[in-house]
């Protein structure tokens, strides 16, 4: 699990509005957490004068705000499987609290995985015919069976859900090494000999094959469509920057510009011109890398946002301050190692501070349900936030869970982000909702109780937040 970072310099973009800091705001419900009691709610009153003699942070009517658009989750088969192996009832309460508006996390978007990806029930494409360059066999039969009913099942509890979708790999016959890993292990078939290491080309370089593959993503696109589910945002590929035994594909920089300006991007803006095309999901600390693709001339026409997970959260900030123009998204939260723990909930709880503090307006949860201990089909465990028992069908809502409540059900689409803390020990956002609310977010990741101190306009918000603790204090 990746603990590395620490103090992160907030990078927001945006134009200057004015905020009114209401009088009125004298109380406020605070809701906290601790791994002994989990969702706590008390009134408290806001004072009138300061208890140190530097808040840690004031909103003074004069903020450059950022507005946020939504939290989601990817749509896997293996959380199917896990689904399933509830009771109906039992199954529509947990996709209630999941979507609706009226639950409790507000997930308002889904990821789409193109094809299988590590918690697929195993490797399948839409296209395994070698040599279909025209698309004749493409087929999203198996979605059909697995993922579709799926969202659709989401869509009953929120049918204003947006979509936006990435492969981990494409089909097998259109990769150098005629494989879906680049990586051999005890989990694949891959000989060693075959292995294709990072910042290579494992796709296939020649025109019909780039071709082939642009249209393999507008069939995909038109037949989701189809099923009543509109793709809204599309990402060339997941994690080209990973060695790994389950699906996964490696590019280099000239390779992806290449797929991106003289393939993917014009094709999509003729077939599907209201699908957005982002970079990502960049799962790179190379700045190098963004550097080469995103100063091409041709990369501004089609690249309208970037998606950054895992190590791309350590550059977010440089590139997000170097290159203004494009809007910023977290891909794929952390997933963990399957221990479901409060550490791990610590670790959720702190990306989402970092990511959001800097400039990321949409933030995307890896598997929302597994069952046991969160194995995938290529033998390796992670957490996720809602976990069922296979043997006696008992569900559990993780720390993890309550971590993300604590923004979540509380930051809605359109909240704008007013000022942020990203210390790792003491993270802090403030956010004004759009009916007006200020909803304040704060951890406490230490052995000890902390004080902090927000001023609110003439109030004050002083408070001490227990030892390993969420805290959100909403003020009406």
């Known amino acids: 699990m990746n603990t590395r970072f620490r103090t992160i310099t907030l990078s927001c973009v945006g134009a200057l509005i004015t905020l009114t800091v209401q009088a009125q705001y004298t109380s406020c419900t605070w809701i906290s957490s601790t791994e002994a009691k989990t969702w706590k709610q008390e009134k408290i009153q806001l004072q009138k004068e300061e208890t140190s003699s530097t808040p840690d942070l004031e909103i003074n009517g004069t903020e450059n705000l950022q507005t946020f658009k939504g939290w989601g989750t990817c749509f896997n088969e293996l959380g199917w499987d896990a689904l399933n192996l509830l009771k109906k009832e039992e199954k529509e309460q947990i996709l209630k609290k999941l979507f609706s508006p009226n639950g409790d996390l507000h997930f308002t978007t889904g990821r789409i995985p193109v094809g299988a990806n590590d918690y ?98 507008s069939k995909f696109i038109d037949a989701y469509r189809q099923e009543g589910i509109n793709v809204t945002k599309l990402m060339y590929q997941n994690e080209a920057y990973t060695f790994a035994e389950y699906p996964a594909c490696s590019w280099s920089a000239e390779g992806t510009i290449r797929f991106i300006t003289k393939c993917l991007g014009p094709l999509l ?31 501004s026409t089609y690249i309208k946002g970037i998606g950054f997970q895992w190590e791309g959260a350590q550059v977010i900030a440089r590139v ?11 891909s794929e939260s952390e997933c963990g190692w399957g221990k479901f723990d409060w550490p791990s909930a610590e670790h959720t709880f702190g990306l989402i501070n970092h990511y959001l ?73 403030v956010f004004q909702s759009p009916n007006k609310e200020i909803v304040i977010v704060a951890g406490n990741f230490e052995n000890q109780s902390k004080e902090i101190s927000i001023k609110l306009g003439k109030s004050y918000l002083n408070v001490s937040l227990a030892a390993h603790s969420f805290n959100t204090f909403q003020l009406k």
């Not at 089909?171 to 090494?177: R, V, Y």
């Not at 069908?393 to 720390?399: A, G, M």
């Open 120 to 217: 697929a029930r195993n490797w399948y494409s839409f296209d395994e015919t070698a040599g279909d360059f025209e698309m004749k066999h493409f087929s999203i039969d198996r979605d059909k069976k697995t993922l579709i009913p799926y969202i659709k099942l989401a869509q009953t509890y929120n049918p204003k859900l947006t979509f936006w979708a990435s492969p981990w790999s494409p089909p097998s016959w259109m990769k150098t090494n005629q494989h879906y890993a680049n990586k051999s292990g005890v989990h694949n078939d891959l000989p060693k000999g075959k292995e294709v290491s990072l910042f290579n080309d494992q796709f296939i370089q020649k025109p019909e094959y780039l071709k082939a593959y642009a249209l393999y993503f």
């Open 357 to 429: 503090a800097n400039g990321c307006e949409q933030y995307t949860f890896w598997n929302a349900i597994l069952c046991d201990k969160g194995m995938s089909t290529w033998g390796w465990s992670q957490n996720a936030l809602i976990r069922i028992d296979s043997s006696s069908k008992s569900i559990t809502y993780t720390p993890e869970y309550y971590a993300v409540k604590h923004y979540s059900h509380f930051v809605a689409p359109g909240s704008r982000l007013l000022k942020a803390s990203t210390n790792s020990k003491l993270p802090i956002l």
């Open 320 to 330: 997000h301050k170097e290159y203004p123009k494009y809007r910023l998204v977290q």
């Open 269 to 299: 803006a003729k077939t599907n011109p209201q699908v957005e095309l982002y970079l990502g999901t960049m799962n790179t600390n190379r700045i190098d890398i963004y550097k080469n693709i995103l100063n091409d001339s041709l990369s």
